[in-house]
């Protein structure tokens, strides 16, 4: 056979027939090779496939951006966390709650002192309403007097919130609870609750001795419900206060030390055992500062029988806006802890 005649290898062999397009697909040119970007033949491509490859460098998906199919609701973010926060602080005042339970021994004192106060103090002072001066509005002793037991046993409640932390840092609980995905405000907020709580049943019961014992208030129903709320918001600020003191000392005596070197001279510096206008000046500008006289005046003006609005609505505006911004700074407190040990 001549070398023209050649066998052609891209022709098929004699009696081996070669497959349909062989022959074209070995002898196709260079420039004919397959695309890769196209579908291989008999395995169709899905839908955009190939576009997907070929796609330029500058149309590449931005990671960044949304994925197609799962849309973000607007805020949901934000009701997640707030949700995830409220059910942190639910559990953890039930923690508190369930150890104050635990002891009633406690939860007798608790109740037991506020009304010592309020009998001992009542019997000893009953005489002072008739001193010139005294801005009793024609009340007794006893009426003027229960409004400034009830903030008195917030304050000295709430000093002691503290302790709560210090138990916990010495059993290492607060270490653990730190490592754990609970919320740092709902670990202020439970405490906070928890001492809220027990601030509403002392008042609560404060208010039926004083009933017992002959004392009437004008307005009751609705000087009651701002009495509560004005001895929650200064349970808040000082239970906040000192689980902060708490955060920063870390020791039961520093604490301590703190509580009564501020819940004495409040309580004094106060109208909430005598009249301030029978006090010196200096002594009425202090108590116009002081929040405990602020909850005494307003829990004072919402039970008698002309309320003066205008002393109301300021001082407890500014109980709540101390208590928002107590509670922060105490929550500030978990950094520096962390930071010491």
Do not use: C
């Not at 397959?34 to 070929?54: K, L």
């Not at 010139?132 to 229960?146: D, I, N």
């Not at 928890?194 to 017992?212: D, E, H, K």
């Not at 106060?270 to 405990?292: E, F, G, H, K």
Request: proline share 6%.
């Amino acid at each position: 056979m001549s070398a023209d005649r050649r066998e052609d290898p891209t022709e098929p062999q004699r009696g081996r027939p070669a497959a349909a397009g062989r022959g074209a697909t070995v002898g196709v040119s260079a420039d004919r090779r397959e695309d890769p970007t196209e579908p291989q033949r008999g395995r169709p491509a899905a839908a955009g496939r190939g576009a997907t490859v070929g796609v330029s460098a500058d149309r590449r998906e931005d990671p960044t951006e949304r994925r197609r199919g799962r849309p973000t609701a607007p805020g949901r973010g934000a009701a997640v966390g707030m949700s995830t926060l409220v059910t942190h602080s639910a559990l953890m005042t039930r923690r508190s709650v369930t150890a104050l339970l635990r002891q009633p021994a406690f939860v007798l004192v608790t109740l037991i002192q506020p009304a010592i106060w309020l009998l001992l103090f009542g019997a000893l002072f009953e005489k002072a309403v008739q001193i010139p001066g005294f801005g009793a509005g024609g009340r007794s002793y006893l009426e003027y007097l229960t409004p400034g037991v009830v903030a008195m046993t917030a304050l000295f409640s709430a000093a002691w919130a503290g302790t709560v932390y210090i138990e916990d840092m010495t059993l290492g609980v607060m270490d653990r609870l730190l490592a754990s995905p609970v919320r740092r405000g709902a670990l202020m907020n439970g405490t906070v609750a928890y001492q809220s709580i027990t601030s509403i049943v002392q008042t609560l019961v404060i208010i039926a001795i004083a009933y017992a014992a002959g004392a009437r208030f004008e307005r009751p129903l609705a000087g009651i419900g701002l009495t509560l709320v004005a001895a929650v918001l200064l349970t808040v600020v000082f239970a906040a206060l000192s689980n902060a003191v708490a955060l920063l000392t870390r020791e039961q005596n520093a604490l301590i030390g703190v509580s009564q070197l501020l819940s004495l001279p409040l309580a004094f510096l106060s109208s909430a055992i005598m009249d301030p206008r029978l006090a010196p000046s200096w002594l009425q500008t202090v108590a116009t500062y002081n929040p405990l006289d602020w909850a005494v005046v307003v829990s004072r003006e919402a039970l008698s029988a002309t309320p003066d609005w205008a002393a109301v609505w300021p001082r407890l505006g500014a109980l709540a806006g101390l208590s928002i911004v107590m509670s922060w700074l105490a929550t500030q407190a978990f950094r520096a802890y962390q930071r010491s040990v």
